[in-house]
């Protein structure tokens, strides 16, 4: 059975020693982390990972491996990690990768940093590491629109 779930410290060492789910682990290691795994009967088939700073989190990386059914984990992923994040009283969600279709149906929006005003609630971590372009949730407005 599929599940979705925090990273627990148990799962460090099985992550560390499979080559593509390694480097959940070795991204920079800025503010608190979080992370969200796909375990199936204890196998790990992907993750994602994180940092939070004030009321914003910080998306890292995604591992999904490819296959038919990469978009529907991905979007897993992205949701259970903002329910989850809800959960730490989180209010904004980014990620400055290369956007996907995926982060869109989510409900993420892109900006340009020079055309947005950031809350104060908002880390200064994050705040520092946004690039020009990235990617937006607002997770109040997360919880209020229709799946789909």
Request: net charge negative; with cysteine.
């Amino acid at each position: 059975m599929l599940h979705f779930r925090k990273m627990d410290i148990e799962d460090l060492q099985y992550i560390y020693s499979d080559d593509y789910l390694k480097p959940l682990l070795t991204v920079d290691p800025v503010g608190d982390k979080f992370g969200v795994l796909i375990d199936e009967d204890g196998i790990m088939r992907g993750g994602l990972t994180g940092y939070t700073d004030g009321r914003g989190a910080m998306i890292q990386m995604i591992r999904v491996p490819e296959g038919p059914q990469q978009s529907q984990l991905k979007e897993g992923l992205l949701r259970a990690a903002i329910y989850m994040l809800d959960k730490d009283n989180i209010n904004y969600v980014f990620f400055k990768g290369k956007m996907e279709d995926i982060f869109i149906s989510v409900g993420f929006s892109i900006y340009d940093k020079s055309n947005i005003s950031l809350s104060e609630e908002i880390g200064q971590l994050i705040t520092n590491d946004l690039e020009e372009q990235f990617a937006f949730l607002d997770v109040e407005d997360f919880f209020n629109q229709p799946c789909g």
